[in-house]
């Protein structure tokens, strides 16, 4: 790879980083500010909806914080992608029950999900390592 190529492959990492940083650090601050609000989206079936929605915002903010040092950032990045499979039945279920949403216009619920495949892929491409990397 050209050192042209690196550098923009370089910059395009920080920017998707900047990205899931800023997407899971104001997530996490709206599971604590917004703690009503988010138990909504919880699924009836799901049993403790409020503990469910703090400990889902711990975990990103933590997963957040992580990116910040290089040390932990492959495993940050794991766990956010890890947390983001296990909050796609919110995403579901708001699909299902758009009729208790009304406030979301019904094409971002079918949207949701697309935009989920898309962060999860964003997150596993900045976490992905070229097995030439590990050997350095």
Do not use: C, D
């Given at each position: 790879m050209?050192p042209?190529s690196?550098?923009?492959?370089?910059?395009?990492?920080?920017a998707?980083?900047?990205?899931?940083?800023?997407?899971f650090?104001?997530g996490?601050?709206a599971h604590?500010?917004?703690t009503?609000?988010?138990?909504?989206?919880?699924?009836?079936w799901?049993?403790w909806p409020r503990?469910?929605?703090?400990?889902?915002?711990?975990?990103?903010?933590l997963?957040?914080?992580?990116?910040?040092?290089?040390?932990?950032?492959w495993?940050?990045l794991w766990?956010l992608?890890?947390l983001?499979?296990?909050?796609?039945?919110?995403?579901?279920?708001?699909?299902?029950?758009?009729?208790?949403?009304?406030?979301?216009?019904?094409?971002?619920?079918?949207?949701?999900?697309p935009?989920q495949?898309?962060?999860?892929?964003l997150?596993?491409?900045?976490?992905w390592?070229?097995?030439?990397?590990?050997a350095?």
């Amino acid at each position: 790879m050209n050192p042209a190529s690196t550098a923009v492959m370089r910059n395009t990492k920080r920017a998707g980083l900047a990205f899931v940083f800023l997407w899971f650090m104001l997530g996490g601050i709206a599971h604590f500010v917004f703690t009503e609000a988010e138990m909504r989206i919880v699924p009836p079936w799901m049993p403790w909806p409020r503990e469910v929605v703090l400990l889902s915002g711990v975990a990103e903010l933590l997963g957040a914080a992580g990116l910040l040092w290089r040390p932990a950032r492959w495993a940050a990045l794991w766990g956010l992608f890890a947390l983001t499979i296990a909050v796609t039945p919110a995403h579901i279920y708001m699909l299902q029950e758009p009729a208790l949403f009304p406030s979301v216009p019904y094409w971002a619920l079918v949207l949701r999900l697309p935009l989920q495949v898309a962060l999860l892929a964003l997150i596993a491409w900045l976490a992905w390592r070229p097995a030439t990397a590990s050997a350095r």
